[in-house]
T-cell receptor
Framework: DQQVKQNSPSLSVQEGRISILNCDYTNSMFDYFLWYKKYPAEGPTFLISISSIKDKNEDGRFTVFLNKSAKHLSLHIVPSQPGDSAVYFCAASQGGSQGNLIFGKGTKLSVKP | ETGVTQTPRHLVMGMTNKKSLKCEQHLGHNAMYWYKQSAKKPLELMFVYNFKEQTENNSVPSRFSPECPNSSHLFLHLHTLQPEDSALYLC????????????FGPGTRLTVT
């Protein structure tokens, strides 16, 4: 059973608009969440993370929101750029030295000029 | 070289062959990982090494044999693979084990014929 779910396999957005990528998790013990971005023929690259003690973390055009009660997080990209077109993976962990990263299946974002 | 490198980038092998995948990290990290990414599936953690010691084997078949001679190098030895083992094999490293940011290599695209 998947502990981290990205229910939208793909998302298409117009350049300049907001992209919202969603992620749900089932394990209430998860306390650290990460987003990775992956271009074709490259490995995933770390984008942004959030600890469960926060509900928002912002880094430039990227903001991650965490709703612990709903076990839901989202990544907002504003404004979206064609170079943001990639597969985005959500990952979660229990943090600390005992946890491992559990990844979702990914959402393919296409930003159209 | 910077970051995490993997060789070869592409590999085609028959079911009776023996081959090895190589990973090297230039980040001074102490933990290294092997992941498998199959189409339409989440990244699957295979092995974890911490200071050269294997700390996790996620029920991986014995036809996959990891080796970690030092904290900077990680190998995955392959023998008598099956066609269903065809996938992208990703290596990652992190400062320490646990659910923290991991840095990925570009992966080896493996095809078993």
């Amino acid at each position: 059973d998947q502990q981290v779910k990205q229910n939208s396999p793909s998302l298409s957005v117009q350049e300049g608009r907001i992209s919202i990528l969603n992620c749900d998790y089932t394990n209430s013990m998860f306390d650290y969440f990460l987003w990775y971005k992956k271009y074709p023929a490259e490995g995933p690259t770390f984008l942004i993370s959030i600890s469960s003690i926060k509900d928002k973390n912002e880094d430039g055009r990227f903001t991650v929101f965490l709703n612990k009660s709903a076990k839901h997080l989202s990544l907002h990209i504003v404004p979206s750029q064609p170079g943001d077109s990639a597969v985005y993976f959500c990952a979660a962990s229990q943090g600390g030295s005992q946890g491992n990263l559990i990844f979702g299946k990914g959402t393919k974002l296409s930003v159209k000029p | 070289e910077t970051g995490v490198t993997q060789t070869p980038r592409h590999l085609v092998m028959g079911m009776t062959n023996k081959k090895s995948l190589k990973c090297e990290q230039h980040l001074g990290h102490n933990a290294m990982y092997w992941y498998k990414q199959s189409a339409k599936k989440p990244l699957e953690l295979m092995f974890v090494y911490n200071f050269k010691e294997q700390t996790e084997n996620n029920s991986v078949p014995s036809r996959f044999s990891p080796e970690c001679p030092n904290s900077s190098h990680l190998f995955l030895h392959l023998h008598t693979l099956q066609p269903e083992d065809s996938a992208l094999y990703l290596c990652a490293s992190s400062q320490k084990t646990g659910g923290f940011e991991q840095y990925f290599g570009p992966g080896t695209r493996l095809t078993v014929t």
